[in-house]
């Protein structure tokens, strides 16, 4: 299995693959999916994740399933952390 070096985060794949296609703004979504503007302005400028109540409004929306944009965001999240989280003192536990 490959792991992507850098995924791309949720509120860019919502932009780009979703709305643009679409020429459907952030607000419009928002109202669509009755959540706060700001939610999803947030999300598409990568300054918050998708929840779980968030991505099952996405995909009631765009018919495809909650799990595509959670594992959207655990795919970015992981990616972040192994740029980041340092693991070099933990010694693995040796089977006996």
């Known amino acids: 299995m490959t792991l992507m070096k850098n995924p791309s ?6 932009a ?5 296609p679409l020429g459907m ?7 669509r999916l009755n959540v ?7 999300l ?3 300054e918050t994740s998708v929840t779980v109540d968030t991505a099952m ?8 399933t909650a799990e ?3 594992n959207l965001q655990r795919a970015h999240d992981l990616a972040q952390a192994r740029a980041t989280v ?11």
Request: hydrophobic residues 40%; aromatic residues 10%; positive net charge.
């Open 44 to 46: 598409m400028k990568g």
């Open 25 to 31: 703004s952030s607000i419009a979504l928002a109202k």
């Open 9 to 14: 985060h949720p509120g860019d794949v919502l």
């Open 86 to 96: 340092d693991l070099s003192n933990i010694t693995p536990l040796e089977a006996a």
């Open 36 to 42: 706060p503007r700001t939610r999803i302005e947030r």
């Open 57 to 64: 409004r996405l995909s009631k929306f765009f018919g495809n």
């Open 16 to 20: 780009q693959l979703y709305l643009e």
């Open 68 to 70: 595509f944009w959670m």
